[in-house]
């Protein structure tokens, strides 16, 4: 390790940090023993350079958080939630109340839409996710009398096609670049945890601190569940082979500004398209294929969103350049005989991120709580 880390450079442009951040974001995935070293073998890096440049990053800013991602929709119970308020309400409190007391409230947007767009009164939109044997209907309806909600659609995801980040490896896409095969499907079948595998698996995805950013950061996670390390490698390698284990990822700061004054990004959109039904599966597996999305998903939208039925994200540095990226999409749906009945845009404002939290045991905690106020 250099003696002076502060002379580290920190952005996420800087040569060395962008080869690291190409792999670290998206490309390790599962579990895997030695996370940093399969970094660094991936960028063809020294894995202390790997290490003490994603220290740094994270230090800095750059990097808002390190951790092993779950394949949650196979977890607990999930959805996409659009919010609709009064239009005179203050929709920041509600946009705060869910960011700061909602640890089930994953991804808190504000997204504006044409006005005369189907479903652009629902301004607030949410991820929330509850262990299983809970309601995502009744979690809502607890949220909506906290904040003052007028109505939410909720919109549980039936199949996966994309997830992933990836923000500097997409820098610069040009609008079309996608797989040459079709995106593979993920479904939500939920699994059935033991209390030792809960035990591991909240150990595991607690994020990493910069001083556990190390080759042996498993020693300590195996300390927190209580078991002894080769126990914690084989419960975790078990848990990865039934699919509830996502990639090992750093996850840059893409919304606010760098302690730099740089952006990762500047706009994000959710794009809704409306299919035939019955041909969900078909278009989601082509949509899916496009490089640019972080996300895509078979959810509902329902007559306030015109029946959309396939939903994406994409971020980028200019609005057209997203736009561009759009109509390629688009294009192909065409080229490919899949007819798009309707299809928007909704773009993404004030945005705040964090892991969502699906213990059961935090969540009877949390009830209890917010039910006495």
Not at 301 to 328: P, Q, S, Y
């Amino acid at each position: 390790m250099p003696t002076d880390a502060a002379s580290l450079p920190t952005t996420h442009t800087d040569p060395i940090n962008a080869q690291i951040l190409a792999v670290s974001e998206d490309r390790i995935q599962g579990f895997v023993r030695d996370p940093f070293g399969a970094i660094a073998e991936k960028a063809g890096l020294d894995v202390d350079t790997v290490l003490e440049r994603i220290q740094a990053m994270l230090r800095a800013g750059t990097i808002r958080r390190v951790r092993q991602t779950l394949m949650a929709t196979n977890l607990a119970e999930g959805a996409l939630v659009a919010w609709q308020y009064p239009e005179d309400a203050d929709i920041n409190k509600a946009f705060d109340f869910m960011f700061q007391e909602d640890p089930f409230s994953g991804h808190v947007v504000v997204r504006s839409a044409d006005p005369a767009t189907p479903g652009s009164r629902y301004r607030l939109w949410t991820t929330v996710k509850v262990p299983q044997g809970y309601s995502i209907e009744k979690h809502c309806e607890l949220l909506a009398r906290m904040t003052g909600a007028e109505h939410f659609r909720v919109m549980p995801a039936h199949r996966i096609f994309a997830l992933g980040v990836g923000h500097v490896r997409r820098k610069g896409m040009e609008p079309g670049s996608k797989s040459e095969a079709l995106a593979e499907v993920k479904d939500t079948t939920k699994a059935e945890l033991t209390d030792l595998e809960w035990r591991v698996l909240t150990a595991l995805k607690r994020e990493l601190t910069p001083d556990e950013v190390r080759r042996d950061l498993w020693q300590r996670r195996a300390d927190e569940a209580g078991v002894p390390l080769e126990q914690f490698f084989e419960v975790a390698e078990s848990l990865n082979k039934r699919n509830v284990i996502g990639r090992f990822s750093t996850f840059l700061e893409h919304v606010k500004p760098l302690e730099s004054g740089e952006r990762v990004t500047r706009f994000n959109a959710l794009f809704h398209w409306a299919v035939p039904k019955g041909r969900e599966m078909e278009a989601g597996q082509q949509v899916g294929r496009f490089h640019i999305l972080t996300h895509c998903y078979w959810r509902e939208g329902g007559d306030e969103f015109r029946n959309v039925n396939i939903m994406a994200v994409a971020h980028g540095t200019e609005k057209e350049m997203v736009l561009a990226h759009k109509r390629a999409i688009d294009e192909h749906l065409e080229s490919v005989g899949i007819p798009v009945l309707y299809t928007n845009v909704f773009w993404g404002g004030r945005s705040e991120i964090k892991p969502s939290e699906i213990s059961p045991f935090e969540y009877r905690a949390w009830w209890d709580t917010m039910t006495r106020r």
